[in-house]
């Protein structure tokens, strides 16, 4: 089989045991520095975007993708509803009444966002459903005064479905024994869980009880959210919608309460893939002194290779191959390194915390309690692309000196 002269005694060299044991620690130690580079940039780039794919799914699957709401309570909610699944963008749409306070517990106290929801509706817009660990929305019965908490709060209190809790509205009531905040006893009918900083802050009850609290007649309601097939069109369309209904409604989106957690994301995403490249470009160009002390080395092959007539170019292309392999094994060991510990780095984190008996991520601290990893493909592709670039751009100095040596120079004093 043909084989170029230049590939073939580049893979000689590469693969020959060096009299100099030196040169071949630094072409190990750039191997393994290509390797773990590009490892860590994969695993690193995963779990970031693991936080991503879990701050869409699970808390903008909780929160509102966009919501319109009345100035003045809104009487007849479900043909303003009807209108707004008119819109192609609009998957559903469910009213909801927004209360803020706090809870209370055999003296403990956590400030809570309550929201009072339509349970057939909700379930269309909403996760939440699938996370329930004890009852279900339909337990919300319009009257009875239920509530579904998080787990963090049901935790933190030590109640179960069936106890009773305090609510506590920001509001005075004057009696003739004086001035008294407005209180109301709350039995849990459920508890939820997904695994966020929701599940410490939110609680469900049923519109109608929400309407009573704030004197409202029951069947008003504050306004509809509503959930879009593209949740990043959120601005766009809530705008559109409001534009086009009659009447005094202004409209909010999720950019707006949890807008700068995904920028957050995205910018450290952006920088660690910086920080992790340069880091790759350290192992890429160990490549240079690598190949410098080869080059050095092996002057005096060189010189007989240029005396038995091979050029220039056929020298430089011998050592751009020698510095290319190690850089194409460091960055294919990286790879697949990479992808196992992206594949397995949820579960490993799980092991090693029920092993030391310990939670690297709190809901109490962290939006979300565990480490999420999601590998893309395209990050992968971009990662070794570049490892395998800057590998390649670290052969042409030491080459180009390699090709400039001449022959009787080299050969003077051997």
């Keep these: 089989m043909f084989r170029p002269l230049p590939f073939f005694i580049g893979l000689r060299y590469t693969r020959a045991k060096r009299r100099n044991h030196f040169i071949s620690f630094i072409s190990l130690i750039s191997m393994l520095g290509l390797t773990l580079g590009v490892m860590v940039m994969i695993l690193v780039l995963s ?25 003045q309570p809104i009487d007849d909610w479900q043909s303003l509803a009807g209108r707004l699944v008119e819109h192609p963008r609009v998957e559903a749409a469910a009213p909801f009444i927004q209360l803020q306070g706090m809870l209370t517990h055999d003296g403990s106290v956590a400030p ?26 339909s337990d919300l019965v319009d009257g009875e005064f239920g509530i579904i908490i998080g787990e963090l709060t049901a935790r933190r209190f030590g109640v179960q ?60 309601v504050q306004g509809l959210r509503i959930k879009l097939d593209d949740l990043f069109l959120a601005p766009q369309v809530s705008w559109e919608i409001v534009s086009q209904l009659p009447g005094d409604y202004y409209a909010q989106d999720w950019t707006r309460s949890h807008g700068n957690l995904f920028a957050a994301i995205r910018m450290e995403k952006t920088m660690i893939a910086l920080l992790l490249i340069l880091i790759v470009a350290v192992a890429a160009f160990n490549i240079i ?42 960055t294919v060991a990286g790879c697949i390194l990479g992808i196992l510990s992206a594949l397995n780095v949820s579960a490993l ?26 590998l893309i493909w395209s990050d992968v592709v971009m990662i070794c692309s570049t490892a395998l670039g800057l590998s390649f751009l670290a052969t042409l100095y030491p080459a180009w000196r390699a090709s400039r040596t001449q022959p009787a120079e080299a050969l003077r004093y051997d």
């Design 161 to 220: 479905p069936g106890d009773k809790l305090t609510f506590v509205l920001p509001e005075a009531s004057v009696t003739p024994a004086g001035v008294f905040p407005r209180l109301k006893r709350f039995e849990v009918k459920g508890v939820f869980k997904v695994g966020a900083e929701l599940d410490g802050s939110l609680a469900l009850i049923h519109a109608g009880d929400a309407a009573r609290l704030t004197r409202w007649v029951p069947g008003q």
């Design 349 to 374: 984190v799980a092991g090693l915390e029920r092993l030391l008996g310990v939670q690297f991520l709190s809901s109490d601290v962290y939006f979300i309690s565990y480490l999420p990893s999601e």
């Design 47 to 71: 779990v970031m975007n693991g936080f991503d794919r879990e701050l869409r799914t699970r808390i903008l699957g909780m929160v509102p993708h966009a919501t319109i709401n009345g100035y």
């Design 112 to 137: 809570v966002l309550v929201n009072g929801i339509v349970p057939e509706a909700e379930q269309r817009v909403s996760i939440i459903e699938e996370h329930m660990q004890a009852g279900a929305l």
């Design 289 to 330: 002194s690598t190949l410098v002390m080869v080059v050095t080395d092996k002057k005096a092959d060189i010189a007989i290779l240029r005396t038995l007539g091979a050029s220039p170019t056929t020298i430089m292309g011998i050592f751009m191959v020698q510095g290319s392999v190690i850089g194409v094994v460091g």
